[in-house]
């Protein structure tokens, strides 16, 4: 497989507890400079990103809110790929006391166990919106809208095609991405379920899984037999 970028998941794939670790974005300076392409796809809100990995900038463009905001580090250009949250809506979670209760510029967040009140108020106001679930965390979007639809807008933006693209994630909200990709990698702390999704399972968990893919992508055997468990898509 020629590999021509790389789309990662950023909680618990590419960082740790929400943070990257300096061998990790070694490891993606090294696959930039090879001249690959770096894809951010993550289902935190922009601000947060930029807050909580400020190196953010390494990556050619970033895909926020499950694949709702389109991002460029370079120019600082930011475009809006779903409609913004009805504000009558939101207010209807506050009153029924949804908490914690992230608004986004898209995608509105809660944690499970609120996805039933959340739905209960989605039928209600007659919305077409979709609850995505990422392990305990509830992420609610417009129809359609996730991190495949994004990475296809990051990849339209930089003039590349998706058959070179290796994306790597942990949890439910990757599923699309990874059968999207030409090449879909779970690590190896992923869900099982992702695991079944997956053409590859990495050996080592979370950062040290995505610095095992680049080095396996920098030394062209990205889908070697014996380099990690091999589980085909189901």
Do not use: C
């Not at 609610?140 to 930089?158: Q, Y």
């Not at 095609?161 to 090449?183: K, S, T, W, Y």
């Amino acid at each position: 497989m020629n590999v021509t970028a790389l789309a990662t998941d950023y909680d618990e794939t590419l960082a740790e507890e929400g943070l990257v670790s300096a061998t990790t974005l070694s490891a993606l300076r090294k696959l930039k400079e090879s001249g690959r392409r770096l894809i951010l796809v993550s289902g935190r809100q922009l601000p947060d990103l930029k807050r909580v990995f400020p190196n953010f900038d390494v990556f050619d463009r970033v895909v926020a809110e499950n694949g709702a905001v389109l991002h460029d580090p370079a120019t600082g250009h930011e475009r809006l790929l779903a409609p913004a949250p009805s504000p009558a809506f939101v207010e209807s979670l506050k009153e029924r006391g949804v908490d914690p209760l992230l608004v986004g510029q898209s995608v509105i967040g809660t944690l499970v166990p609120n996805e039933m009140i959340v739905l209960d108020e989605i039928r209600r106001h007659g919305l077409e919106l979709e609850i995505i679930f990422n392990k305990g965390a509830v992420m609610v979007l417009p129809s359609g809208i996730n991190k495949a639809t994004g990475l296809m807008a990051a990849l339209d933006d930089l003039v590349m095609p998706i058959g070179g693209v290796v994306a790597i994630g942990d949890a439910e909200n990757d599923h699309d991405l990874l059968r999207r990709a030409g090449f879909g990698v779970a690590v190896a702390n992923a869900l099982p379920s992702l695991k079944k999704t997956a053409d590859r399972v990495t050996l080592a968990p979370a950062g040290d899984g995505v610095v095992e893919i680049i080095d396996d992508i920098l030394r062209g055997n990205i889908a070697a037999e014996g380099t990690a468990p091999s589980i085909a898509r189901g």
